[in-house]
Antibody, heavy 120, light 108 residues
Framework: QVRLQESGPGLVKPSETLSVTCSVSGGSITSGFWWSWVRQAPGRRLEWIGE???????NYNPSLESRLTISLDKSRNQFSLSLVSVTAADTAVYHCVSARVAAAGTLDFWGRGTLVTVSS | EVVMTQSPATLSVSPGERATLSCRASQSISTNLAWYQQKPGQAPRLLIY???RRATGIPARFSGSGSGTEFTLTITTLQSADFAVYYC??????????FGQGTKLDMK
């Protein structure tokens, strides 16, 4: 079972770009097919952000799609998200997830998450 | 977007007893539903998928049922490790996958 560890900036200013990286250890990123991001803003429910396949195919939450890019770096065993033009509403704990292992749509193995705060 | 609603928001149960958590979908999602457990400071853990299938390594005291719009997670013989927040998630109609707001299972 792979382990996932998120790393992020901690604090981002409004209107800037939020970038979070997930490092996969205990196995190759190519051992899974789909890799996802989920976030949880304070006091709110979990929100699925999007996912990327090993081939580079992506699926995004329509509410974020215009601002979002998810990418994969097989050589570094990492995948990343980039969210532009952030506001305070993007303040959240960002989790990376190994997805679609048990079944299409399941979010099987999660990282603990990294808190990103959007504030000036 | 499919809206998932969980009830109750908080459930207080004594160790050794049974807990029953509910999840309702705003439209039919067949059995494309998963349940997750999250403890403070920890990563969420997949418990149940396909509404009733236990994920690898999940104890038999966790069981799921339901189809369509009404789903239940039952935990029998509660242990101290089971007190956590539980979320349901649909993956029938996406993007996006959507979650319920969570049920906090408290020790009575």
């Amino acid at each position: 079972q792979v382990r996932l560890q998120e790393s992020g900036p901690g604090l981002v200013k409004p209107s800037e770009t939020l970038s979070v990286t997930c490092s996969v250890s205990g196995g190759s990123i190519t051992s899974g097919f789909w890799w996802s991001w989920v976030r949880q803003a304070p006091g709110r429910r979990l929100e699925w952000i999007g996912e990327i396949h090993l081939t580079g195919t992506t699926n995004y939450n329509p509410s974020l799609e215009s601002r979002l890019t998810i990418s994969l770096d097989k050589s570094r065993n990492q995948f990343s998200l980039s969210l532009v033009s952030v506001t305070a509403a993007d303040t959240a704990v960002y989790h990376c997830v190994s997805a679609r292992v048990a079944a299409a749509g399941t979010l099987d193995f999660w990282g603990r998450g990294t808190l990103v705060t959007v504030s000036s | 977007e499919v809206v998932m609603t969980q009830s109750p928001a908080t459930l207080s149960v004594s160790p050794g007893e049974r807990a029953t958590l509910s999840c309702r979908a705003s439209q039919s999602i067949s059995t494309n539903l998963a349940w997750y457990q999250q403890k403070p400071g920890q990563a969420p853990r997949l418990l149940i998928y396909g509404a009733s299938r236990r994920a690898t390594g999940i104890p038999a005291r966790f069981s799921g049922s339901g189809s369509g719009t009404e789903f239940t997670l039952t935990i029998t013989t509660l242990q101290s490790a089971d007190f956590a927040v539980y979320y349901c998630q649909q993956y029938n109609d996406w993007p996006p996958y959507t979650f319920g707001q969570g049920t906090k299972l408290d020790m009575k």
